[in-house]
């Protein structure tokens, strides 16, 4: 548990100083320009640079470069080091219709082949390019990249990079495009989709959902399809059809889920409740982007919800979709209540957020960390 609270403590740090440094720097650049020219700087949405936006995940995607026999680690630490590295792999992979996850596997052979490093070599590939997009996220998108950074980590976010590895891929690689998305561009984002699809098939998922949140927040029909879409997950769940899908192993008999954790359900649903309940007030302020996030959202929430009375198998899917929530997040508070009823409610849900941190790490026991390169075994919190 040291190593996670170290990298939520780094990573809240650098994102402060980041923040302050940008605002420091864009009041500079506002001031010369009207000095020299008149003119007032261009609106500049961003409140942090590209340099210490990268720089805050440093650290994470260090220690979790470094970990060994962590939850799904154990399975992808073996193949890599039983992996050849041998390119002639590649043409089995492609052609393979049984083979899963095809192009994780290409991307292993091709890494082992021409960089041959260490499993921890490889897992802090993985790392960095699963945080590029979320980083870039908060980027271009955050009114306040500090908050969207602190519910990255305190909605456990950091468990995706040791458990599920190879559907974070899938995940970040969809996201990395997610302009595509944002702009309505179809074509290019079904080609985003087509290839996360070959990492982890739930990537499919993307497909019906990329139609149904092109509606308005709240209308009629977003309501519709997003509950068709919350009973068809629940009966795909229950279905046959499992078995030929990435969750196969779920079906053996030898493992047993009892769901999604309600108090998991109730923390990741807060951006979509509190859109909800300030509806008529954010109502003229928000614009496409904010559209996508309130939309995605209720998907994340429906996703959860559904998760709770299942096998908890549909409760990995707002893995796909929960960061726009970090977005949204931050947007309401700011557009969706008076200035002190804001302030009081950000107060609040920073206390909870952080507990249920402190929660799934220590109390849920996700906080094990385990590094035989560092010397590091923390089996328990």
Partial sequence: MPVWWSIFAYMIFISAVGMMFYKSKKEQRAALMSATTGESIPEDTKTIGLFFAFLSFALLVFFVGQRSWISDTTIYQAQYDENSGNLSQIGDMLFNLDYKGSMFYILMVLFKHFINGT????????????????ILLFYKYSINYLYSVFLFISG?????????????LAAALVLLFANNLINRKSLRF???????????????????????????????????????????LFLYSRSSYLSD??????????????????????VMSIPAI??????????????????????????????????????????????????????????LIKNGFEEDMGKTINIVLIVMYFAYFYYEMVINGSGVYVSDSLNIFYWTT
């Fill in 156 to 168: 456990s976010s950091l468990i995706w990079y040791t458990n599920g590895i190879r559907q974070f």
């Fill in 274 to 331: 509190l859109a909800f309940t300030q509806r008529v007030k954010i109502k003229g302020k928000t614009n496409p982007y904010i559209d996508l996030c309130i939309n995605l959202s209720v998907i994340t929430a429906e996703c959860y919800i559904v998760g709770m009375f299942t096998s908890g198998i549909v409760g990995r899917m707002p893995l796909y979709f929960q960061f726009f929530g970090f977005i949204l997040l931050p947007w």
């Fill in 119 to 134: 499993y921890n070599d490889w897992f802090t590939f993985l790392a960095a390019i699963q945080s590029i997009p979320i």
């Fill in 190 to 232: 079904f080609i985003v989709v087509f290839f996360a699809f070959f990492i982890h098939s739930s990537a499919i998922f993307w497909i019906p959902v990329y139609y149904i949140v092109n509606y308005k927040p709240w209308s009629k029909k977003f309501i519709v399809y997003s509950i068709i879409l919350a009973v068809a």
């Fill in 245 to 266: 899908t990435e969750y196969s192993y779920l079906t053996s008999g030898q493992y047993t889920f009892e769901g999604v954790n309600p108090l998991r359900v109730i």
